[in-house]
């Protein structure tokens, strides 16, 4: 028994004199650099930086019955409104863009038509293009990949049918003081369908309100979006007024919203 003692003091005695391997030196990784993707840049702006509001390139002149004026709101990042955009088949479109995120360069897409490459908080930018492919298409944030429906018509009355069956039409207005004028400034709808208007301010907060329509003025801010909801069910014009400013636009309401029924 003392022998079988004396053996087991001994590997212990053994284990703790045993030299302690060296710990292995940590293989380093290197973070990979992102890869640089033309025209999509997210810098952060510089703190303080002011953007001027003002519709980058200048807003062309409007194309009355013979083309089509309508306005997107990219609500980062997650949406656009309205969704869906509708738009017709071969008939020249302004649309002017907005953001409400206060920081970033987007690239936005529009289908296979046209992009917004360098579109910055607080402008306005207007995209002059005429949409050449009926069907279902997406708005796309490319850098952050969220997106809304864009629906190509082929017609009018197919658009106004579109509208129809959804139960209602939506539109965005863009207000801008510096600009001295709505995005778009006029806007036409089909008289007894429900109607949505998405407010974006780039410039001050404005007291907003539809003559006869939506009597009480709502607020209208920067950076954020403000529904109006109505159903208009007397045809005629009436006017989108600023109370607090000279800023002015007009609805219209008709039969039909097409020119031509």
């Given amino acids: 028994m003392k022998s079988i003692t004396q053996f087991v003091v001994l590997l212990v005695v053994s284990a703790a004199c045993a030299p302690v391997p060296a710990p292995e030196t940590p293989t380093l990784i290197e973070t990979p650099t992102p890869t640089s993707m033309a025209g999509m840049v997210h810098p952060t702006a510089t703190p303080g930086e002011a953007i001027p509001a003002t519709a980058i390139p200048a807003p062309m002149e409007p194309f009355g019955d013979g083309g089509q004026e309508l306005a997107v709101i990219q609500e980062l990042y997650d949406h656009y409104w309205p969704d869906p955009l509708i738009l017709i088949l071969d008939l020249p479109t302004i649309l002017y863009a907005v953001t409400d995120g206060r920081e970033h360069i987007n690239l936005i897409t529009i289908g296979p038509f046209a992009e917004a490459p360098n579109m910055r908080p607080g402008q306005v930018f207007t995209i002059a293009f005429s949409p050449d492919e009926g069907g279902t298409f997406e708005i796309v944030n490319v850098g952050h990949r969220f997106s809304g429906k864009l629906l190509v018509a082929a017609n009018c009355a197919d658009a106004e049918q579109i509208r ?40 001050g907060e404005h007291l907003v309100s539809v003559e006869l329509l939506v009597p009480d003025p709502i607020i209208v801010r920067p950076n954020s979006i403000t529904q109006m909801q109505f159903t208009p069910e007397q045809v005629g014009e009436y006017a989108i007024i600023h109370a607090d400013d000279d800023l002015a636009g007009l609805l219209v309401v008709r039969e039909s919203a097409c020119p031509d029924v």
Avoid at 166 to 194: E, K, N, Y
């Fill in 164 to 203: 129809i069956n959804q139960g209602g039409q939506a539109f965005a207005i863009i207000h801008s003081p510096v600009d001295g004028r709505l995005f778009p400034d006029t806007i036409t709808v089909r008289v007894g369908l429900p109607v949505t208007l998405y407010n974006f301010s780039v410039g």
